[in-house]
C-alpha cells in the first residue's frame, strides 16, 4: 500500500519507528534487570551520602519547611557520616551537592503524598518506601525521555538508520544505561535529559533571531546547571552563532539569556546563602578542585573507572568528532563539541576524587553523552554504504556485550569498586562470568561460616574458591580475616601479603594488614 494511502494511525507509528524501538530495548533493559533482581521496589531505598543529601531537599523543604536536615540524615544515614561534619558558617548541616534534581523529582513526591494521604497505605512522612520509589520513577522516566531525546538531536545531522544505530551504540554501552534504571538514587540521567534538550533546541532553533528564542536558551541553561553545576560549559555551544551577530544583537540576546538562566539558577543560590551564608561558592570546600593538578590520563584511560577504558565506545565518539572536522560545512560545529568535551574532561580531572569512588564507569561524563552519540553518527557515515549497517550493528553488539558484562560484575560485586581493576578483572573475568558468580557466592559463604564459628566450612569455601579463580584478591583477604580471627597471625599475614600483590592500593586489604599489625602488637604486650 503506497505510503500516502496508509492509514494515519500507521502513518504515525511508521513516524515514530526509531522512537518506538529504543522505548522497547529500554523497557526489555529494565525487564532484564529485575529478573536478576537488581530492580526492585524493595531496593529502590535512598541510601549513601549522595543519595541522601540530594533527597534531603526534597523532604526536608515539603515536610519542614526549611533547609534543615539533622532529622533527615538521622534516618537515611544510620552510619552518621553526614552528621559527623562540621557545621557550615551559617550554622547549618552541610548540604553540598545541586538542589536541581529535588526540583525535578517533586512532581511524583507530591503524587505519592497524595496517594498516601488518600489511602494510608504507608505513613505520610516523607520517609516511607512511597515516597522514596517516587524519586526512583521519576529518575527512569527522565532517562527514558533522554533517550528519545538523544535520537532527535542525532537526527539533526545524520540519517534516521545512523541516529538510531548511534544512540542505541552510545546509550547501552556507555555508563548512562546503568544510571537510566532505577537502581540507586544518583541524578545522572535528569542533568543528561537537560544536557541533551538544551543542545538539540538550540541547533533546532539556530537562525531564529526572536528574543522568546534566547529568553528560553537562558532558561534551559538555568535549567541544566542547577542538575550539575558545570553544566553551565555547555552554555558555549552557542559561542559560533554568537559570533555572527552585530554587536546590538549579541549583547541584547546575550542580557536576556543570561537574565533568564541567573532567574532560573536562583533557587540554588537561596540555598547557598541560607546554608553557608554566601550566595555563590564551593560547597565541598577550596580543596575539592585542584585546578593546577589535572588527571586527564587517569581520567579517560585508568582501569579505576576511567572513560575510555570502561565505556570504549566513548573512544569511538571521540574519534568521529575529530574525523568530522574535515567536512568544512560541518566544521565548526564539531569544533565546539569538542571543546566543550575538553573542558569537561578539565573539569572531572582536576576533581579530588576524579575516579568517581564507587559510581559505575565515569559517571561525571553522563552528561557528555549527547556528544559522544553525534561523534559516533558521525564516523558511521564514513563507513562504506554497503558495510555500514552490518559493521554498525557488530559494533553495537560488541560494545553493548562488553558494557553488560560489566554491569553484571559491578553490581553483583565481582570486581572492587574502590580501586583499579587488575587486567584479569577487566577483561578476563568476562570471558568466565559465571566462575566469577560462584568465586563471589563462595567468598561470602566463607565469611558467614566463619561468623557462625564454622571454621572448617569456611576453610573448604575458601579453598574452593582458589581452585575454580585464583586471581582475585577478595578471596585472599577474606582467609586473612578469618585468620586473624583465629589469632593465626602468620598465616593471616600470608594471605594478606598475596591479596596485596593482586591488587596494590586496595583500601579493604590495607586495613586489615593495619588491623593484624595492631592486633600483633595487642598480643605482644600481653
Known amino acids: 500500500m503506497p505510503a500516502e494511502t496508509q492509514p494515519p494511525a500507521r502513518n504515525l507509528i511508521w513516524s515514530f519507528r526509531f522512537e518506538i524501538i529504543l522505548t522497547g530495548l529500554f523497557i526489555l533493559h529494565t525487564i532484564l534487570f529485575a529478573l536478576i533482581d537488581v530492580i526492585a521496589f524493595d531496593r529502590m531505598t535512598v541510601s549513601g551520602i549522595d543519595p541522601v543529601c540530594y533527597y534531603s531537599y526534597l523532604r526536608s523543604v515539603v515536610f519542614d519547611h526549611d533547609l534543615n536536615f539533622e532529622n533527615e540524615y538521622c534516618v537515611l544515614d544510620p552510619t552518621g557520616v553526614l552528621l559527623s561534619y562540621p557545621l557550615t558558617p551559617a550554622g547549618r548541616r552541610p548540604n553540598s551537592f545541586s538542589v536541581g534534581p529535588a526540583i525535578a523529582c517533586a512532581p511524583l513526591f507530591f503524587t505519592s503524598h497524595v496517594i498516601v494521604k488518600i489511602t494510608g497505605a504507608a505513613p505520610a512522612d516523607g520517609f516511607s518506601p512511597p515516597y522514596q520509589v517516587s524519586c526512583f520513577l521519576t529518575l527512569a522516566l527522565f532517562a527514558l525521555a533522554g533517550l528519545i531525546l538523544l535520537f532527535r538531536w542525532v537526527r539533526l545531522f545524520f540519517s534516521p538508520m545512523e541516529s538510531f544505530l548511534a544512540t542505541a551504540a552510545t546509550w547501552f554501552a556507555s555508563a548512562a544505561v546503568y544510571y537510566s534504571y532505577p537502581a540507586t538514587f544518583m541524578p545522572h540521567a535528569i542533568s543528561a535529559f537537560f544536557v541533551t534538550l538544551f543542545l538539540y533546541y538550540a541547533q533546532k532553533t539556530r537562525g531564529r533571531g526572536n528574543a522568546s528564542r534566547w529568553a528560553m536558551l537562558g532558561v534551559l541553561i538555568g535549567a541544566m546547571t542547577l542538575m550539575r553545576w558545570q553544566n553551565c560549559l555547555f552554555a558555549l555551544f552557542l559561542l559560533p552563532e554568537m559570533k555572527g551577530l552585530r554587536r546590538r544583537q549579541l549583547i541584547r540576546n546575550a542580557s536576556l539569556t543570561a537574565i533568564t538562566a541567573l532567574l532560573i539558577f536562583l533557587p540554588q543560590i537561596i540555598v547557598w546563602s541560607i546554608l553557608y551564608g554566601r550566595f555563590l561558592l564551593?560547597?565541598?570546600?577550596e580543596s575539592f578542585l585542584l585546578w593546577s593538578r589535572p588527571m586527564l590520563m587517569?581520567?579517560?584511560?585508568?582501569?579505576?573507572?576511567?572513560?575510555?577504558?570502561?565505556?570504549?565506545?566513548?573512544?569511538?565518539?571521540?574519534?568521529g568528532l575529530i574525523l568530522w572536522l574535515r567536512e568544512k560545512v560541518a566544521r565548526p560545529l564539531p569544533q565546539i563539541l569538542i571543546i566543550l568535551f575538553i573542558l569537561q574532561a578539565y573539569m572531572n580531572s582536576i576533581v579530588r576524587d576524579w575516579h568517581g569512588s564507587w559510581g559505575f564507569g565515569m559517571r561525571r561524563f553522563i552528561d557528555c553523552t549527547p556528544l559522544f552519540a553525534v561523534g559516533l553518527g558521525a564516523l558511521l557515515t564514513r563507513i562504506r554504504p554497503k558495510f555500514r549497517h552490518f559493521l554498525t550493528c557488530a559494533v553495537l553488539v560488541l560494545?553493548?556485550?562488553?558494557?553488560?558484562?560489566?554491569?553484571?560484575?559491578?553490581?553483583?560485586h565481582l570486581v572492587a569498586w574502590n580501586r583499579p581493576l587488575t587486567f584479569h578483572e577487566m577483561v578476563g573475568d568476562k570471558f568466565h562470568i559465571f566462575t566469577s558468580i560462584e568465586r563471589r557466592r563462595l567468598v561470602r559463604t566463607a565469611y558467614l561460616s566463619a561468623e557462625r564459628g564454622?571454621?572448617?566450612?569456611?576453610?573448604k569455601a575458601i579453598n574452593l574458591a582458589i581452585e575454580i579463580d585464583p586471581k582475585h584478591s577478595d578471596i585472599y583477604l577474606a582467609a586473612g580475616e578469618i585468620a586473624t580471627l583465629q589469632n593465626e597471625t602468620d598465616r593471616?599475614?600470608?594471605?594478606?601479603m598475596q591479596a596485596r600483590a593482586l591488587a596494590p592500593g586496595d583500601r579493604d586489604v590495607e586495613h586489615a594488614i593495619k588491623k593484624l599489625g595492631e592486633q600483633s602488637r595487642m598480643m605482644m604486650h600481653q
Open 454 to 459: 564454622y571454621m572448617d566450612d569456611a576453610e
Open 492 to 496: 593471616a599475614f600470608h594471605f594478606l
Open 282 to 285: 564551593i560547597p565541598q570546600g
Open 298 to 319: 587517569p581520567l579517560l584511560f585508568s582501569t579505576f573507572n576511567g572513560l575510555f577504558t570502561w565505556t570504549p565506545i566513548t573512544l569511538l565518539g571521540i574519534l
Open 399 to 412: 560494545f553493548v556485550l562488553w558494557n553488560y558484562l560489566f554491569l553484571i560484575q559491578y553490581y553483583f
